[in-house]
């Protein structure tokens, strides 16, 4: 079974930054994407960012140029690093892992709070 576990959320002011980690239980490189979603109370659970194993990235438009994807395979982690962050960041933050073949599969974690407040 997979396990993602996420950790580096919490309370930080308008314009400030964070980094959020997720570290899985196998390589990371196991799975064709890996990603960071979030949602806000009342809102849908919406894509942030995602990283390929062929490290293409994409970018929720909202967050470009201020959020980075990058992975360590070594440590089987993958990061979402965040600047210039505004209180409509403010969201669970959840870890997802997908694999596309034999069928789609999608694992998640168990998500991290942050909160962008002054």
């Known amino acids: 079974q997979v396990q993602l576990v996420e950790s580096g959320g919490g309370l930080v002011q308008p314009g400030g930054s964070l980094r959020l980690s997720c570290d899985a239980s196998?390589?990371?490189?196991?799975?064709?994407?890996m990603g960071w979603y979030r949602q806000a109370p009342g809102k849908q659970r919406e894509l942030v960012a995602s990283?390929?194993?062929?490290?293409?990235?994409n970018y929720a438009d909202s967050v470009k140029g201020r959020f980075t994807i990058s992975r360590d395979n070594a440590k089987n982690t993958v990061y979402l690093q965040m600047s210039s962050l505004r209180p409509e960041d403010t969201a669970v933050y959840y870890c997802?892992?997908?694999?596309?073949?034999?069928?789609?599969?999608?694992?998640w974690g168990q998500g991290t709070q942050v909160t962008v407040s002054s």
């Open positions: 997802n892992a997908r694999i596309i073949q034999p069928r789609v599969n999608d694992y």
């Open positions: 196998r390589s990371v490189l196991s799975f064709n994407v």
């Open positions: 990283i390929t194993n062929a490290d293409s990235t």
